[in-house]
């Protein structure tokens, strides 16, 4: 197993069980505990986690991972979300995608859409993530217009003034936004004020805000809010999503698709 994959799996197991023990590591991942120690103390240099006697535990800044890592995480979820969500968007739209691994994936499955046999765009892509920008700007079919703002290392996004001031000469047909959290009582949130504060600018200029986020976000609470829960007009989630939280979100007039 490739170092790289390892130290994703070890952010993985952190992730859900906020500690990591070197033997059951090992054991987990098939290689030696010497192995583990190696990429545990690697992790720790990144800041990504903080050592202990035996394993590591849960750092001040592992809640905001760094995009690849986060790549391979309930990946066949995110896949069939960016599907059915690139699937709601209409050719000729002007959609805004914010940074994050499933409007990643969203931005490839609209990539695909083939060139109007009368020339010209298939859409107008607005986006304050770099890397979209990137993988979207070869595309001919696609016009892609990129905020200012200053850039995040850790989710590749465009934050900060610039943004807003692009986007408040803007009107988009829909929105998606890849979030931490979606609360039926707080809405959808993120971790980080900056990347709120750009993401609500791009739900704030769209006449449709469509929500992707896999079941695991569900119900819980992130630090910045993003938009209210009215301001959504779509939830596309997995089929693990909870049927008394999927209840409670249509109960708001949400559109709720478990794909």
Known sequence: MAAHTRWTRLL?????????????????????????????????????????????VVSTVAYDLPLRYKAARRADEKLRIA?????????GSTVGLNGGTTTSE????????????????????????INIANEL??????????????????????????????????????????????????????????????????????GTVVVVADSSKLGRRAFAQVCETGAVSVLVTDRGAPEDLVEEFTGLGIDVLRV
């Not at 991942?29 to 545990?40: N, V």
């Not at 599907?83 to 050719?91: D, F, G, M, Q, R």
């Not at 009368?118 to 892509?125: E, Q």
């Not at 993120?190 to 609500?200: F, M, W």
């Open 106 to 129: 969203v931005a490839r499955e609209l990539a695909l859409r083939p060139e109007p046999s009368a020339g010209g765009v298939a859409l107008t892509v607005v986006t304050n993530a």
């Open 12 to 56: 993985e197991i952190l992730g859900d069980q906020g500690q990591i023990d070197v033997l059951d590591a090992a054991e987990r991942l098939g290689c030696s505990a010497a192995t583990i120690r190696r990429d545990l103390d690697e992790l720790a240099r990144q800041n990504l986690l903080t050592r202990t006697r035996g394993g590591a």
């Open 83 to 91: 599907k059915a969500a690139a699937e709601l968007i209409p050719t």
């Open 137 to 206: 700007a070869i595309r001919p079919q696609v016009k892609i217009v990129v905020t200012g703002g200053v850039a995040r290392p850790n989710s590749y996004e465009l934050v900060g003034p610039l943004v807003d001031s692009v986007l408040r000469t803007l009107a988009l047909d829909y929105t998606i936004l890849g979030v931490d959290a979606v609360h039926p009582r707080f809405g959808a949130a993120t971790h980080d004020e900056s990347e709120a504060g750009a993401n609500r600018a791009l739900a704030e200029c769209a």
